[in-house]
């Protein structure tokens, strides 16, 4: 499989070794530096105003948790400046793996230890510029006044011994007293002791984990002009707890000393690897905004000669793109609450006759001897029906005891405590519960009653004084109370504009209820079991705003579903937790962040509340010119995590990155990093998608991806005075098409499938249900989940070779992981690209998407094959419900179980989920619609979906063909019987979009293609195959190793729109018009559907065999195989549609 790019290199070479001449901005010390006495006002700085207005602290202090402190103290007459000797490094011969504390030993007497806060507005400016200072104008950025004289320079401060302290054997810095070297002139400017922005000696080889965050480009555009008009999603996608695989290194955790944490008085950065320090290490610049600093006594450290702190190895901090603090007292509202899980479970008729209630309670059991907090940990219950049902779990009882409260207007705690018990105190009745849960309901349960909002209000009312994590479980409509909703599924509405509206919820009690337990620390996780329309859209306001998880189980089935619930559930309440979370993200003046995307709560205008924060906690962010031209060279950017751990200690997660400025349109296209790209595209699109129409979030994917393949291949541009302006003589165009650049090759691809997923894909057999559920799923994946997600991969199972299955051996040179998986190094089958034309009669595929598998099965599969996998020879006229997979007992199931398995697992994760597995034989109409529509590479029957892999990237490549589809945008459907303006094809029109396949093959015909129809149909024609594409004689079609066999004789093959809504929910036979908003064209086609081989359901055209790539040079996906010899000769393509604006 050829598989998708590795990721353009992550490390940039340092610049060139060009010493910059001195810098001598800073006037010298003996001229008026002096500081002002204490208690002096000091004048606002010039661009101060960069950070937004500080609130009231009074205010601040209720917004942000009164998490402040006041700002460092400068450093006290009389202190002495020593560095501290080196420890033991991580990137040392000798040192040990894993995270290392770093402990800085005491401070010389009279040194300061203030440590500021992270949540503190900018605070006043300390007194320690120099008043004469303030009243020059600053200098203009790059000009660098001459040098003082040398008798100007001011001598070296005298080294003191110092210690530091590490949990390896430290060592002095120095074997003897070095020479002091020459200070470096510092540039400042003279107005509140800021300069321009200026950066140098940046070392790029410092960057983040690739694990914790990704960025979508390694390089920044220079002008805000050029960023619009290349299109490219400037932004990142972090994870900030994601764990470490066994051949990383843990995050480095610094305990800070007597000076507490270093920050910048102004934006409150923290230090990191790219501040640029000045006068010998007494000050440092901020690379954020620009301020100038003083160094903290117990901090300092002299500079070398290319003004590097000496220490800067032995400190994390000042040489990694990530690190941990301990975070002082001074960083908490509170002390550290104990870890505390909560569950609210529906004992409705419906969750205790669908075995829901027996698998919440027998996970929860499993789960308790590895809950977080060792034995801090707490544990509360409630159940509801049509009244709640709180729980006393006092240590000394033998059984727990149940208080029903039935007025759901007047709730009420009927007992103060032991509703919410120490687990190691009380595990003898907590057991006892779960024990006896499933069978407390199971005579007289509740039929379709569900009080959902009160049950919340009552378990808010137990748990707001902690805080922690709530779990919910609900199988029905909540129909009672508070919260209450009303069935408002429309079929009408789906596959059209207003189909928005079933995405929205309708009512804000939800999101109105998420706020307040976000404000007191309460983070809930829903897990619903619909058997009919449940509204996600509403009940998911609860995780969204909580930074909670949302698990849809649709016809939940207790021995299918069970085990993957089980074990989702137990990851989730198992996995390592942060506590009271908030994170801030910062950039370099001139960029700003402009949009978040994830679980969370905005208080104010950056900071995201996180009440719960996981290894599987992801989120991202927007990058975007604040100024129209960038007058640094570098941008930082500096992602900092506050949280308290599941051992009670207070921590700051600080990750920070420099990136390279550039004005070149090749230098940025060629670092962009495709597979985050189409992660935060996603992520925007679901943006979209909710303040307008799912049409508009297709067309956005589209015009995001042509935008970018056009700079991609436009090449640089000259520019004059910030325009664009043609190139010379000799940048005269020779009339050949620049190719794709390679990290681009699969853009387009991955654009296409982005806009057939389920989240955006039109038409009218997507339930809304579904879609939220699919929506929820995008705005919280990490990248290499979605990359699964986005383009599945699809395996041949009948013909995989023998080593496919077992452990191999792995170059450790081998960058393409898409030929094994799995902590094992699985050996992965051949893996073939999505399109129906790989099916064959006699194969078994399986499909995986990263969130559920699907086996396809075919009618002529090996019998002996069949018996080794199913226990059968046939699967005809068998009831597929009784239907399960061997994964062992047979040496084709037991490396077929291995490759499911190796596909789930991975490095860094020690949970396994087992997925949902979908067994699909070959001519079930009902399956297969779902199935096709993973077929991303053919065409389907909705606006902006018409498109095949070769005709999207005809169109990407000639967006403004002349002679395209006539005047609507690209890929929409045509009007009913209207021809085609502008169409020229070669032969007869075709079936339109929306047609099933033909009912047969007619003869062979010279003018068109195989399945035509008369040309007396006014629709839209399907292109021919365009160059390189080899178009295969009707004969051809009836074999069954070249595409899909003839039905099977029980009867016609539905329509793809009476196919059921996916995900399991009842089967909906409207008649709703599809998303281009034009009625069906079905008329003569309700009897005698056509054969199966002609093409899948859900796109209804004649297949089409793309074994070879077209003109242009574009990338083949994944699995491609060279076209058949002896083909037809090659056909051209009509012109693609006009670009939509």
């Given at each position: 499989?050829?598989?998708?790019?590795?990721?353009?290199?992550?490390?940039?070479?340092?610049?060139?070794?060009?010493?910059?001449?001195?810098?001598?901005?800073?006037?010298?010390?003996?001229?008026?530096?002096?500081?002002?006495?204490?208690?002096?006002?000091?004048?606002?700085?010039?661009?101060?105003?960069?950070?937004?207005?500080?609130?009231?602290?009074?205010?601040?202090?209720?917004?942000?948790?009164?998490?402040?402190?006041?700002?460092?103290?400068?450093?006290?007459?009389?202190?002495?400046?020593?560095?501290?000797?080196?420890?033991?490094?991580?990137?040392?011969?000798?040192?040990?793996?894993?995270?290392?504390?770093?402990?800085?030993?005491?401070?010389?007497?009279?040194?300061?230890?203030?440590?500021?806060?992270?949540?503190?507005?900018?605070?006043?400016?300390?007194?320690?510029?120099?008043?004469?200072?303030?009243?020059?104008?600053?200098?203009?950025?790059?000009?660098?006044?001459?040098?003082?004289?040398?008798?100007?320079?001011?001598?070296?401060?005298?080294?003191?011994?110092?210690?530091?302290?590490?949990?390896?054997?430290?060592?002095?810095?120095?074997?003897?007293?070095?020479?002091?070297?020459?200070?470096?002139?510092?540039?400042?400017?003279?107005?509140?002791?800021?300069?321009?922005?200026?950066?140098?000696?940046?070392?790029?080889?410092?960057?983040?984990?690739?694990?914790?965050?990704?960025?979508?480009?390694?390089?920044?555009?220079?002008?805000?002009?050029?960023?619009?008009?290349?299109?490219?999603?400037?932004?990142?996608?972090?994870?900030?707890?994601?764990?470490?695989?066994?051949?990383?290194?843990?995050?480095?955790?610094?305990?800070?000393?007597?000076?507490?944490?270093?920050?910048?008085?102004?934006?409150?950065?923290?230090?990191?690897?790219?501040?640029?320090?000045?006068?010998?290490?007494?000050?440092?610049?901020?690379?954020?905004?620009?301020?100038?600093?003083?160094?903290?006594?117990?901090?300092?450290?002299?500079?070398?000669?290319?003004?590097?702190?000496?220490?800067?190895?032995?400190?994390?901090?000042?040489?990694?793109?990530?690190?941990?603090?301990?975070?002082?007292?001074?960083?908490?509202?509170?002390?550290?609450?104990?870890?505390?899980?909560?569950?609210?479970?529906?004992?409705?008729?419906?969750?205790?006759?669908?075995?829901?209630?027996?698998?919440?309670?027998?996970?929860?059991?499993?789960?308790?001897?590895?809950?977080?907090?060792?034995?801090?940990?707490?544990?509360?219950?409630?159940?509801?029906?049509?009244?709640?049902?709180?729980?006393?779990?006092?240590?000394?009882?033998?059984?727990?005891?149940?208080?029903?409260?039935?007025?759901?207007?007047?709730?009420?705690?009927?007992?103060?405590?032991?509703?919410?018990?120490?687990?190691?105190?009380?595990?003898?009745?907590?057991?006892?519960?779960?024990?006896?849960?499933?069978?407390?309901?199971?005579?007289?349960?509740?039929?379709?009653?569900?009080?959902?909002?009160?049950?919340?209000?009552?378990?808010?009312?137990?748990?707001?004084?902690?805080?922690?994590?709530?779990?919910?479980?609900?199988?029905?409509?909540?129909?009672?109370?508070?919260?209450?909703?009303?069935?408002?599924?429309?079929?009408?509405?789906?596959?059209?504009?207003?189909?928005?509206?079933?995405?929205?919820?309708?009512?804000?009690?939800?999101?109105?209820?998420?706020?307040?337990?976000?404000?007191?620390?309460?983070?809930?996780?829903?897990?619903?079991?619909?058997?009919?329309?449940?509204?996600?859209?509403?009940?998911?306001?609860?995780?969204?705003?909580?930074?909670?998880?949302l698990h849809s189980y649709a016809s939940f089935n207790h021995d299918k579903d069970g085990p993957r619930f089980e074990?989702?559930?137990?990851?989730?309440?198992?996995?390592?937790?942060?506590?009271?979370?908030?994170?801030?993200?910062?950039?370099?003046?001139?960029?700003?962040?402009?949009?978040?995307?994830?679980?969370?709560?905005?208080?104010?205008?950056?900071?995201?509340?996180?009440?719960n924060c996981n290894t599987d906690s992801v989120f991202g962010f927007d990058l975007a010119h604040d100024e129209q031209?960038?007058?640094?060279?570098?941008?930082?950017?500096?992602?900092?995590?506050?949280?308290?751990?599941?051992?009670?200690?207070?921590?700051?997660?600080?990750?920070?990155?420099?990136?390279?400025?550039?004005?070149?349109?090749?230098?940025?296209?060629?670092?962009?990093?495709?597979?985050?790209?189409?992660?935060?595209?996603?992520?925007?699109?679901?943006?979209?998608?909710?303040?307008?129409?799912?049409?508009?979030?297709?067309?956005?994917?589209?015009?995001?991806?042509?935008?970018?393949?056009?700079?991609?291949?436009?090449?640089?541009?000259?520019?004059?005075?910030?325009?664009?302006?043609?190139?010379?003589?000799?940048?005269?165009?020779?009339?050949?098409?620049?190719?794709?650049?390679?990290?681009?090759?699969?853009?387009?691809?991955?654009?296409?499938?982005?806009?057939?997923?389920?989240?955006?894909?039109?038409?009218?057999?997507?339930?809304?249900?579904?879609?939220?559920?699919?929506?929820?799923?995008?705005?919280?994946?990490?990248?290499?989940?979605?990359?699964?997600?986005?383009?599945?991969?699809?395996?041949?199972?009948?013909?995989?070779?023998?080593?496919?299955?077992?452990?191999?051996?792995?170059?450790?040179?081998?960058?393409?992981?898409?030929?094994?998986?799995?902590?094992?190094?699985?050996?992965?089958?051949?893996?073939?690209?999505?399109?129906?034309?790989?099916?064959?009669?006699?194969?078994?595929?399986?499909?995986?998407?990263?969130?559920?598998?699907?086996?396809?099965?075919?009618?002529?599969?090996?019998?002996?094959?069949?018996?080794?996998?199913?226990?059968?020879?046939?699967?005809?006229?068998?009831?597929?419900?009784?239907?399960?997979?061997?994964?062992?007992?047979?040496?084709?199931?037991?490396?077929?179980?291995?490759?499911?398995?190796?596909?789930?697992?991975?490095?860094?994760?020690?949970?396994?989920?087992?997925?949902?597995?979908?067994?699909?034989?070959?001519?079930?109409?009902?399956?297969?619609?779902?199935?096709?529509?993973?077929?991303?590479?053919?065409?389907?029957?909705?606006?902006?979906?018409?498109?095949?892999?070769?005709?999207?990237?005809?169109?990407?490549?000639?967006?403004?063909?002349?002679?395209?589809?006539?005047?609507?945008?690209?890929?929409?459907?045509?009007?009913?019987?209207?021809?085609?303006?502008?169409?020229?094809?070669?032969?007869?029109?075709?079936?339109?979009?929306?047609?099933?396949?033909?009912?047969?093959?007619?003869?062979?015909?010279?003018?068109?293609?195989?399945?035509?129809?008369?040309?007396?149909?006014?629709?839209?024609?399907?292109?021919?195959?365009?160059?390189?594409?080899?178009?295969?004689?009707?004969?051809?079609?009836?074999?069954?190793?070249?595409?899909?066999?003839?039905?099977?004789?029980?009867?016609?093959?539905?329509?793809?729109?009476?196919?059921?809504?996916?995900?399991?929910?009842?089967?909906?036979?409207?008649?709703?018009?599809?998303?281009?908003?034009?009625?069906?064209?079905?008329?003569?086609?309700?009897?005698?559907?056509?054969?199966?081989?002609?093409?899948?359901?859900?796109?209804?055209?004649?297949?089409?065999?793309?074994?070879?790539?077209?003109?242009?040079?574009?990338?083949?996906?994944?699995?491609?195989?060279?076209?058949?010899?002896?083909?037809?000769?090659?056909?051209?393509?009509?012109?693609?549609?006009?670009?939509?604006?």
């Amino acid at each position: 499989m050829s598989g998708f790019p590795p990721p353009p290199g992550q490390g940039f070479p340092p610049p060139p070794g060009q010493q910059q001449p001195p810098n001598n901005k800073f006037p010298p010390p003996n001229h008026g530096a002096f500081p002002p006495p204490p208690g002096a006002a000091q004048p606002q700085p010039p661009g101060a105003g960069f950070a937004p207005p500080p609130a009231p602290t009074n205010q601040l202090n209720q917004v942000m948790g009164n998490m402040s402190i006041q700002a460092n103290q400068p450093p006290q007459p009389g202190a002495s400046f020593a560095p501290p000797p080196p420890v033991a490094s991580a990137s040392q011969p000798g040192a040990p793996k894993g995270p290392t504390m770093f402990t800085p030993g005491p401070p010389p007497p009279g040194a300061p230890g203030g440590a500021p806060q992270m949540m503190q507005p900018p605070p006043p400016h300390a007194a320690s510029s120099a008043p004469q200072m303030m009243m020059q104008p600053p200098p203009q950025f790059g000009h660098q006044p001459p040098p003082p004289p040398a008798g100007m320079q001011p001598p070296a401060p005298r080294q003191q011994p110092g210690q530091f302290h590490s949990q390896g054997a430290a060592a002095p810095f120095y074997p003897q007293q070095p020479a002091a070297p020459q200070m470096q002139p510092a540039p400042v400017a003279a107005g509140g002791g800021m300069a321009a922005p200026f950066q140098e000696n940046v070392d790029f080889s410092i960057q983040i984990p690739e694990r914790l965050c990704l960025f979508t480009t390694n390089k920044i555009p220079q002008t805000a002009g050029m960023a619009t008009q290349c299109k490219v999603p400037v932004g990142a996608v972090i994870r900030p707890l994601a764990p470490a695989a066994c051949e990383e290194d843990e995050v480095d955790v610094v305990q800070p000393g007597n000076a507490g944490i270093i920050r910048c008085k102004r934006c409150r950065t923290y230090i990191n690897a790219f501040v640029t320090w000045l006068e010998n290490g007494r000050r440092w610049r901020c690379n954020i905004c620009a301020q100038l600093n003083d160094c903290p006594s117990t901090y300092f450290c002299h500079l070398d000669e290319q003004y590097h702190r000496r220490d800067r190895l032995q400190r994390p901090e000042l040489s990694k793109g990530v690190v941990e603090f301990v975070a002082p007292t001074e960083y908490m509202v509170r002390p550290p609450q104990e870890p505390s899980y909560f569950f609210v479970l529906d004992v409705s008729a419906t969750a205790v006759r669908s075995g829901m209630l027996h698998s919440a309670a027998s996970a929860i059991r499993q789960s308790l001897d590895d809950l977080p907090g060792r034995g801090r940990t707490k544990v509360g219950f409630i159940t509801y029906d049509n009244s709640v049902h709180y729980y006393n779990l006092a240590p000394d009882l033998s059984s727990p005891q149940m208080m029903v409260v039935s007025d759901l207007k007047e709730l009420f705690v009927p007992l103060p405590e032991h509703l919410l018990v120490n687990l190691k105190e009380s595990r003898g009745v907590v057991e006892t519960f779960l024990e006896n849960l499933p069978d407390m309901f199971a005579k007289n349960p509740v039929v379709s009653q569900s009080c959902l909002g009160p049950a919340l209000k009552a378990a808010f009312t137990v748990v707001k004084s902690i805080g922690g994590k709530m779990c919910v479980f609900q199988t029905i409509q909540p129909n009672l109370g508070d919260g209450s909703l009303k069935p408002r599924e429309n079929h009408a509405l789906m596959g059209t504009p207003n189909e928005v509206k079933l995405l929205r919820p309708d009512i804000s009690w939800y999101k109105d209820t998420a706020v307040e337990f976000s404000r007191q620390q309460i983070s809930v996780d829903m897990y619903l079991f619909p058997y009919q329309y449940m509204d996600l859209a509403a009940l998911g306001e609860l995780p969204r705003y909580t930074a909670g998880n949302l698990h849809s189980y649709a016809s939940f089935n207790h021995d299918k579903d069970g085990p993957r619930f089980e074990a989702e559930l137990n990851k989730n309440l198992t996995q390592t937790t942060a506590f009271e979370a908030v994170m801030r993200i910062r950039c370099t003046k001139g960029m700003r962040i402009t949009n978040f995307y994830g679980n969370f709560y905005i208080r104010g205008t950056d900071l995201l509340a996180l009440p719960n924060c996981n290894t599987d906690s992801v989120f991202g962010f927007d990058l975007a010119h604040d100024e129209q031209n960038m007058s640094s060279s570098v941008v930082t950017v500096q992602a900092a995590l506050l949280y308290t751990s599941s051992d009670g200690e207070r921590r700051i997660r600080v990750m920070t990155q420099a990136l390279p400025v550039t004005s070149l349109t090749t230098e940025l296209m060629s670092s962009v990093n495709t597979d985050a790209v189409c992660n935060l595209m996603s992520k925007q699109a679901l943006e979209l998608c909710y303040k307008t129409t799912l049409d508009n979030a297709r067309m956005r994917l589209q015009q995001t991806c042509v935008d970018m393949m056009r700079a991609a291949k436009g090449g640089d541009k000259r520019t004059v005075s910030g325009y664009s302006v043609p190139p010379g003589p000799q940048g005269q165009s020779d009339g050949e098409e620049k190719p794709i650049p390679e990290n681009l090759e699969l853009l387009p691809l991955n654009t296409l499938a982005l806009m057939k997923n389920v989240a955006f894909r039109g038409g009218t057999d997507v339930h809304p249900d579904e879609r939220t559920q699919s929506h929820h799923l995008l705005n919280t994946m990490w990248v290499d989940k979605s990359r699964s997600f986005i383009y599945p991969r699809m395996f041949a199972i009948h013909d995989m070779e023998d080593a496919a299955g077992l452990p191999i051996e792995v170059n450790p040179d081998d960058e393409s992981s898409d030929h094994f998986a799995g902590r094992e190094n699985i050996l992965l089958p051949e893996s073939v690209n999505l399109s129906v034309e790989r099916l064959t009669s006699d194969g078994i595929f399986l499909l995986d998407n990263g969130v559920e598998m699907n086996l396809w099965v075919g009618r002529s599969a090996d019998p002996i094959l069949l018996q080794a996998l199913f226990g059968t020879n046939s699967l005809e006229n068998v009831d597929m419900s009784h239907i399960k997979l061997n994964t062992s007992g047979d040496d084709v199931a037991t490396r077929l179980g291995s490759i499911m398995q190796a596909l789930r697992e991975d490095d860094a994760d020690p949970f396994v989920i087992s997925p949902k597995l979908n067994i699909i034989r070959e001519g079930d109409a009902r399956m297969e619609a779902r199935f096709f529509w993973y077929l991303v590479e053919d065409r389907a029957s909705f606006q902006g979906g018409t498109y095949s892999y070769a005709e999207f990237m005809e169109f990407v490549k000639n967006p403004g063909g002349a002679g395209g589809m006539g005047r609507g945008p690209p890929g929409s459907m045509p009007p009913p019987h209207a021809p085609q303006q502008g169409m020229a094809p070669p032969g007869p029109s075709g079936p339109p979009s929306n047609y099933g396949p033909p009912q047969a093959p007619p003869p062979p015909m010279q003018q068109g293609p195989p399945g035509s129809i008369p040309s007396h149909q006014h629709a839209m024609p399907p292109p021919p195959p365009p160059m390189g594409m080899q178009h295969v004689p009707p004969q051809q079609h009836q074999g069954v190793q070249h595409a899909m066999p003839p039905p099977p004789p029980s009867g016609p093959r539905l329509p793809p729109q009476q196919g059921p809504p996916s995900g399991g929910y009842p089967v909906q036979h409207h008649q709703g018009p599809p998303s281009g908003g034009y009625p069906q064209q079905q008329q003569g086609m309700q009897h005698g559907m056509p054969a199966p081989q002609q093409g899948p359901p859900s796109g209804g055209y004649p297949a089409q065999h793309q074994q070879g790539p077209p003109s242009g040079g574009y990338a083949p996906p994944p699995g491609h195989r060279p076209p058949a010899p002896g083909a037809p000769p090659q056909r051209g393509m009509p012109p693609p549609p006009p670009q939509y604006r």
